[in-house]
């Protein structure tokens, strides 16, 4: 095959047994790579319990990794959420993709429970189980010092251990598999860490068309001021667009109370830049390097992180921010889903934290002590808890990340329909809304924005399953990444095809999501955006959201998805995405 290995290593670690598995080519045609075609692998299994052995821990790369396309350093991890029961993923970077693919394998599926603590072991085809209890509540940075000579390497940290329900799964070093609680999938299997070395090399289709291709989408990335431009991604990270979001009005602060931050100015991107002076470095095979290292070692912290940090804690202090990334990401936490339950907590007791509070909390729930064994169970369940479940700012119990949804009605629309919770990265309208990419539109109006969001949503799913990187669609277009798709593997694609494939993959994960209980009553936000306004200054006010052109554009949006009036899928559009589903779950 071209693009694709055409085979698939399945772990038992109850058992010990490897198996490789060989999908059909009409398998890779339908669900591509990567979020995709983990999600088939998902589908027959989501419904049991998110530990059961036999709920299935995927790693998948895509056609396009491995090869010289533009971004390709990317790969999925999907597995049913422990924090929010949706098919939950992460999109994660670092040299893992790339490993695994020069190993051989389209992609990693692991099941079962290890007796004892053990990492995987993976050079080329042979599989190796290995005692790990020398690593038993060793933070991430200390176990990849002594794993990274044995080649890409993903980790659980010691949160993992103690049962945060938003532990990630740390690639690299620097690079989270966040958002969905993946990392508490490693802890459910004894799993400790999982280590590849690939030797092998991608066949290529077309290398001249691949070339010429390349060149194309590297000319588009080179003309973005976003991406490459002086006060870009590339220069600043993705914490270039701190200023504006503040700028916008739409900056969350003090648990989405406000959407205003004073100390905004004195926090931004410019600011961690002049005091840390970081490096530039990035996914393998990226040209953007939006990731930044200090001279420390330490990550610069990313928009959301930076945001949280700040303003929706109401911290100050930029080493806080700092030390929080830096101790989020030795404990193996995701850093949007730890300060937004701080925050609620900060709100729920009456008084901003400290910064002192603020870290000696992300210890706790890292280590399991105290308060933070409630507090990492994530906002939603904290907030039910202490009998305040208003406050916890979460969708399907996804905590929010930094776009207030009032200053935006695209991402406020998004947020709600995602399928993994309230997510930035399903949609992103943030581009054309705020970055006015490809095009502008009015941010404060849902009018079009039910078409726009389910193109979007159609889009990213194609992205995660190629894989590549978003942020180059804020210059380049699914155009030339058909011709990138064509050229690798050699199947004949248009933008068009890929994207009925996209709204494939999307559906399907939809039907996961119902047959595990959610409704379209849970395509909602909280009710705080409906009701208080955000902070204006005079020149622009920031009103609450309108509930009645919410549920207006949420129906629009139904409709054009295929879903039946309660947003549930229906047989006869899985039948048209030729989606194999006897509809057993509908109403």
């Known amino acids: 095959m071209n693009g694709w290995c055409g085979k698939i290593l399945k772990i038992d670690l109850s058992s010990g047994r490897t198996e490789a598995k060989r999908p059909e080519r009409e398998i890779y045609a339908r669900w591509i790579g990567g979020r995709g075609l983990a999600g088939y692998y998902l589908r027959d299994k989501v419904t049991r319990s998110w530990d059961h052995p036999e709920m299935p821990l995927l790693f998948f790369t895509g056609p396009l990794v491995g090869t010289t396309s533009p971004t390709s350093g990317r790969m999925t991890v999907m597995s049913r959420s422990p924090l929010t029961g949706t098919a939950g993923d992460a999109s994660v970077g670092g040299s893992l993709g790339t490993a695994l693919k020069k190993a051989g394998w389209d992609g990693l599926i692991i099941t ?3 007796k004892t603590l053990c990492g995987i072991e993976i050079a080329d085809d042979q599989v190796t189980l290995v005692d790990a209890a020398a ?5 991430t940075s200390g176990a990849y010092a002594r794993l990274k000579k044995k080649g890409a390497v993903a980790l659980a940290g010691p949160a993992a251990g103690v ?7 740390v690639v690299d070093g620097h690079y989270a598999a966040g958002r969905a609680g993946l990392g508490l999938h490693f802890a459910a299997r004894n799993l400790k860490y999982l280590t590849v070395r ?3 090399k991608i066949r290529i289709a077309y290398p001249e068309a691949l070339k010429k291709a390349n060149e194309d989408v590297r000319r588009l990335m080179a003309a973005s001021p976003v991406l490459l431009g002086e006060l870009g991604i590339g220069q600043y990270g993705t914490a270039a667009l701190y200023d504006l979001l503040d700028a916008r009005r739409m900056m969350p602060t003090d648990n989405f109370r406000r959407t205003r931050f004073d100390a905004a ?6 600011a961690f830049r002049q005091r840390y002076a970081p490096r530039r470095t990035g996914c393998r095979g990226c040209s953007i390097l939006c990731k930044k290292i200090a001279a420390d070692g330490r990550s610069l912290p990313e928009f959301e992180t930076l945001s949280h940090f700040s303003a929706l804690v109401g911290n100050t202090n930029l080493e806080t921010v700092m030390e929080a990334n830096r101790l989020c990401n030795d404990l193996g936490m995701d850093t949007i889903s730890a300060a937004a339950t701080l925050a609620c907590h900060g709100e729920i007791r009456g008084r901003p934290l400290e910064p002192s509070e603020i870290l000696s909390l992300l210890m706790d729930i890292g280590t399991g002590r105290g308060i933070g064994q409630a507090l990492g169970q994530g906002a939603a369940a904290y907030a039910r808890a202490c009998g305040r479940p208003e406050t916890a700012m979460t969708v399907k119990n996804l905590e929010l990340p930094g776009y207030d949804p009032r200053g935006a009605y695209g991402m406020a629309l998004a947020y709600a329909t995602s399928t993994r919770g309230g997510c930035h990265l399903r949609a992103y309208p943030i581009s054309h809304e705020i970055l006015r990419k490809p095009v502008a539109t009015d941010r404060f109006t849902f009018s079009g924005k039910a078409r726009i969001i389910k193109g979007a949503e159609d889009l990213f799913a194609v992205v995660d399953s190629l894989t590549a990187c978003k942020f180059v669609f804020f210059a380049a277009s699914l155009e030339e990444y058909a011709r990138i798709y064509t050229a690798v593997t050699g199947v004949e694609s248009s ?3 890929l994207l009925t494939a996209g709204e494939r993959i999307d559906y399907s994960e939809r039907i996961m999501n119902d047959n595990n209980g959610f409704r379209g009553t849970d395509d909602d936000l909280p009710a705080r955006f409906f009701e208080l306004p955000g902070t204006g200054d005079g020149h622009l006010e920031i009103p609450p959201l ?20 309660e947003g549930r899928p229906t047989r006869e559009k899985a039948a048209e995405m030729a989606i194999d589903w006897d509809g057993s779950s509908e109403g």
């Open 112 to 114: 079962g429970r290890a």
């Open 135 to 139: 690593l038993a509540g060793t933070g």
């Open 163 to 169: 049962g945060v329900r938003f532990a990630d799964i």
């Open 198 to 200: 690939g030797s092998g």
């Open 265 to 270: 100015r004195r926090m931004n991107a410019h």
């Open 495 to 497: 933008a068009d095809d």
């Open 546 to 565: 309108d509930r009645a052109e919410f549920l207006k554009a949420r129906a629009a949006y139904r409709r054009i998805r295929g879903l039946n009036e």
